[in-house]
């Protein structure tokens, strides 16, 4: 049997883990009905709350592969809760990437596990894509499921096309500092990966 192949037990891994990523940052995402500011905030909160299980699932993972099918369910979810297909590319690349970067330190690299799981979080900008690529659309759209006009000219304000970039460089060093979080909280789970 092929070692480096995905097995039940892995799809299982997957699975349990995804779940637990997306229940964390649907919680998170939740919370942003209080306020457009917790909203514009996602970019540093899912990062570097989800880090905690993310690390013990990267400490799971061995084969490549599992990273980029945790992504394509999210790029999954994300268009059944609304969000379109115009963050699924970002979305699945980053965990492509992610998994690369994993596998070039065999899932044993400490520093490579850090940087790939902030290439990872890179996800969490696809959530942004419909406020900044369909900014009238959307906006529309939030109105008409509810929310006042000061809600959304704040966060339309917040997100633009000129911040989004800095988006995008909130959620990987937010995923870093996520991953030293979780590494923390992981330790053991870590030693006995034998990630150094």
Known sequence: ?????????????????????????????????????VVAGYAVLIPIVTGIPMMLYYARIEKFGMLTITSVIVAALLFIFGMGLT????????????????????????????????????????????????????????????????FTDTLFTIVTPKTYPLIILCCFVCGVIGAFIGKAVAKKNFEKAGII
């Open 87 to 150: 963050g699924a590319p970002i979305c699945i690349a980053a965990g492509l990437f992610a998994d690369l970067i994993a596998k070039s330190g065999n899932y044993k690299s400490k520093t490579k596990t850090f940087i790939s799981y902030g290439v990872f979080c890179l996800w969490v900008s696809a959530s942004y894509l419909p406020l900044v690529i369909t900014a009238d659309s959307y906006k529309q759209s939030l109105l008409e499921a509810g929310y006042d006009t000061g």
């Open 1 to 37: 049997m092929d070692k480096k192949k995905l097995e039940a037990r892995d799809f299982i891994t997957i699975g349990i883990f995804t779940a637990i990523l997306w229940v964390v940052q649907l919680v998170i995402m939740y919370l942003g009905y209080l306020s457009p500011f």
